[in-house]
């Protein structure tokens, strides 16, 4: 019964190798744990001189961005004393079917920003964080209608935008929103893009402590 019972055969590159070489259409979706098993098979030995090439990873181990928005939910909280800071809150009642216009019963989305500041019991305004240095590359469209709908919601017409950034020359950035037609208004609402420099913040020198006390002023001062 047991005749054609094989036991299995070691794993080895040549076996990723080929796996990578057939992978098709259909199944380069299984590309990525390709290469953590690669990543995993190389790690089972103990080498003092490599003589294979290293195998990189595109991108990122972990979420970058979850990383970014924790470590700047730690810093608000930390140095914003007369605002108070709260993470993901959903913003309700932000948009409502119309009476009678809700035949499918369907439920409304609920934005939820990344942070959002209060002063005392007051909601005046919206922050979110993206990894992503926008000051070097371009804002994308999908970002500003995100924080659009953000700073409409506010009680300043504010929203703000906190990126990481590696330049320390970048500047802080606004953007207004305005309506279509003139109808006597300026502008509705604004998006504030202020960058978050990311060098001088790691630093373990006094440039630090005068970067955390600019930072924390420009958000004072924009909400």
Request: aromatic fraction near 8%.
């Amino acid at each position: 019964m047991f005749d054609d019972v094989q036991a299995f055969q070691p794993l080895s590159m040549s076996h990723i190798d080929q796996a990578e070489r057939e992978l098709t259409r259909l199944t380069e979706v299984y590309g990525p744990s390709l290469v953590i098993l690669r990543l995993i098979l190389e790690g089972m030995g103990v080498e003092f001189s490599s003589t294979r090439n290293m195998t990189r990873m595109p991108g990122f181990l972990f979420d970058m961005n979850i990383f970014f928005q924790r470590l700047l939910s730690r810093f608000l909280k930390e140095n914003l004393s007369v605002i108070r800071i709260e993470d993901e809150l959903h913003i309700h009642n932000l948009f409502k079917y119309a009476e009678g216009a809700n035949p499918r019963r369907r439920q409304v989305p609920k934005p939820r920003p990344d942070y959002a500041a209060f002063r005392g019991k007051n909601l005046i305004g919206f922050l979110d964080a993206k990894y992503k240095d926008v000051g070097a590359t371009d804002l994308p469209a999908a970002w500003l209608y995100q924080l659009s709908i953000y700073a409409l919601a506010s009680q300043r017409k504010i929203s703000v935008l906190l990126y990481a950034s590696m330049e320390d020359s970048a500047q802080f950035e606004k953007i207004d929103i305005h309506p279509p037609v003139a109808d006597g208004v300026r502008s509705r609402a604004s998006v504030c893009l202020l960058p978050v420099p990311m060098r001088k913040l790691a630093s373990s020198s006094n440039e630090a402590k005068v970067t955390t006390t600019l930072l924390k002023g420009e958000i004072l001062l924009i909400l």
